[in-house]
């Protein structure tokens, strides 16, 4: 399994943006993908998921009504919409998957197999 992020730059606060992931070797139906984001000196975590099976979707409370996380089946790709941004989202933001995870692990990052190389975003203030 291959993870591709893309879509990461420099914005001013208030600003959207949108990440990508395209994944390889996996079909959705059978994987669960998530974001992370690690800014300098801090702890890798958790910003949004989105269940293999039926496709529910899992926030952070920090991004919950700003962030968006969607995929497109056809193009196997997920992608983070991220409106609102704030001089403190600014992070090396990565996207993860695993076929085996269940709902209890979904905001650990511990649980992801896959991982894709990582994205900058950077918000001005």
């Known amino acids: 399994v291959q993870l591709q992020a893309s879509g990461g730059g420099l914005v001013q606060a208030g600003d959207s943006l949108t990440l990508s992931c395209a994944v390889s070797?996996?079909?959705?139906?059978?994987?669960?993908l998530g974001w992370f984001r690690q800014a300098p000196g801090k702890e890798r975590e958790f910003v949004a998921a989105?269940?293999?099976?039926?496709?529910?979707?899992y926030y952070a409370d920090s991004v919950k009504g700003r962030f968006t996380i969607s995929r497109d089946a056809a193009k196997n790709t997920v992608y983070l919409q991220m409106t609102s941004l704030k001089f403190e989202d600014t992070a090396v933001y990565y996207c993860?998957?695993?076929?085996?995870?269940?709902?209890?692990?979904?905001?650990?990052?511990?649980?992801?197999?896959?991982w894709g190389q990582g994205t900058l975003v950077t918000v001005s203030s």
């Open positions: 993860a998957g695993s076929a085996s995870i269940i709902l209890s692990q979904l905001k650990n990052h511990f649980s992801y197999r896959d």
């Open positions: 070797g996996r079909t959705f139906s059978s994987y669960t």
């Open positions: 989105i269940f293999r099976s039926g496709g529910h979707t």
